[in-house]
């Protein structure tokens, strides 16, 4: 599960208001809600019952929520080499964008490619 996740679900949670948890994070409500969607269907089941704007914690939300806290707390790293990969510098510099219509560079006293060269 991805970590962002559980941190919405669990600021949901805390609040029981997805407006004040949305504001609290700094993200849009949209968002948030799309993020307790994404979790609802990786655990498989609602995890929130949403009445006239009241939210309440569902069997299953309620199972999940320690879990979720325990994983904010303690966040383990996915695979060994994701944090070798991430400490390690990658090689190259920043990409520079071709001038032109995908030609080759011009070379100071050789025409242009495509073209004819002028006599005087």
């Known amino acids: 599960m991805d970590i962002s996740l559980l941190r ?3 600021q949901v949670v805390d609040t029981l208001d997805f407006e004040r948890a949305a504001a609290a994070l700094a993200i849009p409500r949209s968002t948030l809600n799309a993020s307790i969607r994404q979790l609802e269907a990786e655990v498989g089941t609602p995890l929130f019952i ?10 299953a939300g309620e199972a999940i929520v320690d879990d979720a806290r325990a994983e904010l707390a303690n966040p383990t790293p996915k ?3 994701s944090v070798r990969k991430a400490s390690k510098p990658s090689a190259g510099g920043k990409a520079k964008a071709s001038k032109g ?3 080759a560079p011009a070379v100071k006293g ?3 490619p ?3 060269r002028q006599s005087r």
């Open 50 to 59: 949403r009445v006239d704007g009241s939210v309440t914690l569902t069997p």
């Open 79 to 81: 695979a060994p080499g």
């Open 110 to 112: 050789q025409a242009a």
């Open 101 to 103: 219509k995908g030609r």
């Open 114 to 116: 495509g073209k004819r």
């Open 8 to 10: 919405h679900f669990v």
